[in-house]
């Protein structure tokens, strides 16, 4: 299993953990905070001990998913229990906790249909989703602050539409975005799934107009916005969702 991490290829300020597992990156992040920092997504169980390791040098107080998708929360619980750290989810992801298939997903390209169709099937199958968990705390639209309260320079950003509770943090010029973005093929694209793809579409927006220096994605290395932007306006320029009505 490769990893890469900020001691081996830096991005800016931003702590990473880039675990490639049979080829595909699965990414996690650490915010740091006044009391204590901040595991953003846990990847799934093949990359736990790898992971632990690479947080063991961090106070993490806070374990926050930016979305319930098992590829994201597989170690949340685990983690929780080894560190005493509360999980953060956004509420509107709360079915999805132990059965990812809750929110069925569409493709956002042609090109993506046949993934698709498998992604689906998978949310319906036990063995490809994770364990049941409680958060500790759930996050709404409302709470665009609420990680200032918890010692962060940070703000929640919603981003549905890859899941319909998708959440970012924004921090210091950087926005860590899950999978409302991606670069899992080593280069910046439209994620290949959304449980809505109007919402997929208003999130990308958002990000076009917070317009942060980096998008820290749930899959692959850190991508500056100057190379995102040029595929998310084109993106939202062919309005592929109702193309695919």
């Known amino acids: 299993m490769k990893i890469i991490t900020e001691k081996t290829r830096s991005f800016g300020n931003i ?9 595909s990156p699965l990414s996690s992040y650490v915010l740091c905070g006044r009391n204590g920092d901040m595991l953003i997504d846990t990847g799934i169980s093949l990359v736990y001990r790898r992971l632990a390791e690479y947080i063991s040098g ?36 709360r079915e999805l906790i132990g059965h990812f298939g809750r ?4 493709a956002t390209s042609p090109r993506y249909r046949l993934r698709n169709v498998q992604q689906n ?16 705390i759930f996050l709404g639209s409302g709470d665009r602050y609420a990680l ?20 970012g943090v924004l921090s210091e010029g950087v926005l860590y975005c899950g999978d409302a973005f991606t ?15 109007a919402a997929m579409e208003r999130s ?20 500056e916005m ?9 993106y939202l320029l062919m309005g592929r969702h109702s193309q695919l009505k």
Not at 15 to 23: D, I, K, M, T
Not at 156 to 162: D, I, N
Not at 183 to 197: M, V
Request: charged letters at 25%.
């Open 15 to 23: 702590h990473y953990f880039c675990a490639y597992v049979g080829g």
């Open 58 to 93: 961090f106070d993490i107080r806070y374990i926050f998913l930016t979305h319930a998708h098992t590829d994201h929360d597989s170690n949340a619980e685990r983690l929780r229990r080894e560190t005493g750290a509360e999980i953060i989810l956004g509420e509107r992801d």
């Open 103 to 106: 929110q069925p997903v569409k």
């Open 121 to 136: 099937l998978m949310g319906g199958m036990k063995l490809f989703s994770t364990k049941p968990y409680t958060p500790d």
């Open 148 to 167: 200032r309260e918890l010692g962060f320079d940070a703000e929640v950003v919603p981003l549905a539409g890859h899941t319909l509770g998708s959440l």
């Open 183 to 197: 670069a899992i093929w080593r280069k910046p694209d439209i994620t290949p799934h959304a449980a809505s793809l």
């Open 204 to 223: 990308l927006q958002r990000m076009l107009d917070i317009a942060p220096e980096w998008l820290a994605t749930g899959h692959g290395l850190p991508v």
């Open 226 to 234: 100057r190379e995102a932007r040029p595929v998310i306006k084109k």
